[in-house]
Every structure is written in C-alpha cells, then in structure tokens.
C-alpha cells in the first residue's frame, strides 16, 4: 500500500502538490478556531504564538536528532536561508494575522488577506521572469472571486485593522515565493526543523527584549495548553510539513492560489463550531474556490502528461506552472 501510494507520487507529483497544499491550508484553516479558544483560557496571540512554535521545534529537533542525528545537514549559507525564513515568514505575517483579528470581523481579515495570490504570482513573475499561462491567470481571478463571496457580508473596521491584515498578506506572499526556492536546500524533515527553529528563536527573542506591546500571555489552564499542543502539531507540524511538501511539486504561484481552500475552511469551522451564519452567496463563493483549485488539479496534471511524452525536457516549478527547458 505504501509502496502503491509512493509511486502514485511520483508519477503525478503535481497533482499531489495540490492535494498536499489543499490538506495544508486546510490545516492552518482551523487557525481562528484555535485562537478563539485560546484566548478563553488567558493566551494572546503573542503568547499562544510563542507557545506554539517553540513546542514544535522542540519536537522536531528531538524527533530529527532520533532518527537523522546528525547526518545530511545542509550548508551554513542554506541553513541560514531556511533559518531566516522560518523567522520571518513564520513569525510575521502569523502574527499579524491573529492581531488583525481583534480589530477586523474575521470575514474582512479573510478577504484582505487573500489578496495574497495575487501579490505572490506578481512577485514570481517579476523574480523568476515567468509569465502565468492562461489557466493560471483565469484560476487567480476565479479563486480570488470565491474567496470574496466566502467571506460574506463583512463588519466594519478601523483603519489601523486593515493596514495590518494588508501587511500580513504582503509578507504571507514574500514568504510563499522565497520558500518556492528554499524547498530544495535540504531535505523536507531537516528544512522543517530548521525554519521552526527560526520561528522560534524569533518568537522568544520578541517576547523577551520586545516592545511591552508584545508581551506573551500564556494560557492559565490544562485546557488551554492542551489547546496550544495540538495547534503545534496539527497546524504546525503537519500542516507545514504538507505546505512545504507541495510547493515543491508545484511552485509559489499555484500553491498561492490552492491555499485560498483556507479560507473556505475557515467560514466553514465558524458555521459548524463558532456560531456564525452562512448564506446562499457564501455557498456560491465557496463552490468557485473549490472549482478553481479543481480546475488547477487537472491543467497540472494533464501539464505532467504532455511532459512526459516530450524527451529531452524537464520540468520547473518556479513558476507555479510547467515550462519545458531543454537538459544541458
């Protein structure tokens, strides 16, 4: 069975690149819940935030040291680039997110953040020179159309609200197009270690000598550190594990648009769990969000196909779409 499913992988890694990231941005969907509660139990976004990675770098060096030791680390110079990603991209723009949401009703925060595709697909193109296909370019517009209809009626906010979840979506995209890059400095389990390690050290550096705004609260029961334990390993470990796995396989500018099923996540748990309402128009935004990446799953996969019939190329993913390069 397992076997079965490695070969599966490998002969449609593209396809499993969006299946890997739709599991990831489901994962990190569950985020707001997780924060909601955690808060019930004396946390603040610094706090839980700081909590949360810190336990996962704890684990995955431990869980590394076991069964790697000390074999196949990469370079100084790729160890820092995963290092200095892990803190920025895990360190910022979550941050801002979660502090948004205290000004923001959670559907505005959602709709402003999901500018994101858009901005990390720009940035890809002005980096790696790629110009998104067609699909591509339709899928971006679709998605971003659904993730709008998701979200609903919105509540009003103050600036300063809008400024930062704005913010967060230009780091969270800066963050998606350096790790199209940095997934292949090393191997999956020891560049996860490495950039959790990063958001770590960056979140207790900021709790310990940052600004008195940004003093962690911690939660003040079993319940709530129950709580931060499973956000670490199911939305940190596991997800991430999955967000790097796929973006691999399919580049910074698909995976941006895929991750939007985050969304679709988010409006979902807070219907079923957190007593919100959803309406005919949400319904409809969230069958486009899930059309699109649908629709993506198959050019990538009929992309593989045509591939596979042209010797003498090879694929890249840079780009978040297949381009054939002759092998040197």
Known sequence: MKLKFRNAMNSKPRMFGVIFIMLAG???????WFAQNLERNGANPMGFLTARFVISAVLLIAFRLARMGTKNL???????????????GFFVSPLLYFVALHDLDSGLVVVIFYIYPALAVIFSWIIYKHKPNLVITICLFTTLTGVWLT??????????????TFFSAITHAIY?????SVTKKSDPLTMLTIALTGAAVAFSAVALIGPSSLDPEFPINTEGWLLVFAMAFLITIVATALFFAGIKRIGPGVTSMVETFEAVVTISIGV?????????????????????????????????SRN???????QSVHSGTVLDLPIS
């Open 176 to 180: 998606v197009v350096a790790a199209g």
């Open 308 to 314: 596979k019939t042209r010797p003498g190329k090879h």
């Open 272 to 304: 079923l769990f957190m007593s919100e309402t959803v309406t005919a128009i949400q319904i409809l935004g969230t069958v486009t969000v899930l059309g699109s990446i649908v629709a993506i799953g198959l050019a990538e996969s009929r992309a593989e």
């Open 26 to 32: 489901g994962g990190y969907g569950t985020g707001p």
């Open 74 to 88: 990469p370079n100084t110079a790729d160890a820092l680039k995963i290092f200095f990603l892990g803190a920025f």
């Open 151 to 164: 979200a609903g009626q919105v509540g009003d906010g103050n600036t300063n609200g809008v400024l930062i």
